[in-house]
């Protein structure tokens, strides 16, 4: 069965500092995954996912199937970043969750 | 514009009164998903359709039951909510292929009285 961990619940950053949220999986088979964020009050919407190997709003994510990792970065946190960020991996056509990591940027 | 659309946003309901969500989207996708969301807690998957193929999570309580009558809605059914029922409830659809992003609805957040 797959697996998907974030080790951090609570990530606080000051404007301007690097951000990294981690995320690792456990699956047997070739893994889809993605990055969802979740602002205050909005609908959960995809951020990114590693096969289109794209930047959006200032984050990547790289797919390390070595590490089984698919952390997400941006070099200059901006406070519209606060927001719930999930990182989830599909098979068979669900989604697996992670506990999610709460992005706070200090101004 | 909204693709995914659910109705109502908050829908308050007493403890054991029957209770429907509904959820329809523009999108033409062929998979429809409802989830739950507790507070602070990741989506957790109920079931989905794709197409009219009706898939159980198989932790997903009796309680919860789904109608998909065609492509465009989809209706999550609490038969009698119990307290712990209280929750965010997120439709989502996909075009089931490959790395196809799911996209969802803004929810229904419900309470039980």
């Known amino acids: 069965a797959q697996r998907v961990t974030q080790p951090e619940k609570l990530l606080s950053v000051f404007k301007g500092a690097p951000v990294e949220l981690k995320c690792n999986y456990s699956?047997?088979?070739?893994?889809?995954l993605f990055w969802y964020v979740q602002y205050s009050r909005q609908r959960l919407q995809l951020l990114l996912r590693?096969?289109s190997r794209e930047s959006i709003k200032g984050f990547t994510a790289d797919l390390n199937k070595g590490e089984t990792s698919f952390h997400l970065k941006k070099p200059f946190a901006q406070e519209e970043d606060s927001a719930m960020y999930y990182c989830?991996?599909?098979?068979?056509?669900?989604?697996?969750f992670g506990g999610g990591t709460r992005l706070m940027v200090k101004p | 514009d909204a693709m995914v659309i659910q109705n109502p946003r908050y829908q308050v309901t007493q403890f054991g009164k029957p209770v429907t969500l509904s959820c329809s989207q523009t999108?033409?996708?062929?998979?429809m998903y409802w989830y739950q969301q507790k507070s602070s807690q990741a989506p957790k998957l109920l079931f989905h359709?794709?197409?009219?193929?009706?898939?159980n999570e198989a932790d997903t309580p009796d309680n919860f039951q789904s109608r998909r009558p065609n492509t465009s809605f989809c209706f999550l059914d609490i038969r009698s909510p119990g307290l712990g029922d209280a929750a965010m409830y997120l439709c989502?659809?996909?075009?089931?292929?490959?790395?196809?992003?799911?996209?969802f609805g803004d929810g229904t957040r419900l309470s039980i009285l």
């Open positions: 989830a991996l599909n098979a068979g056509n669900m989604l697996t």
């Open positions: 989502a659809t996909s075009r089931g292929e490959n790395n196809q992003p799911q996209h």
């Open positions: 359709y794709y197409d009219k193929d009706f898939n």
């Open positions: 999108l033409n996708h062929n998979v």
């Open positions: 590693h096969i």
């Open positions: 699956y047997s088979g070739s893994p889809e």
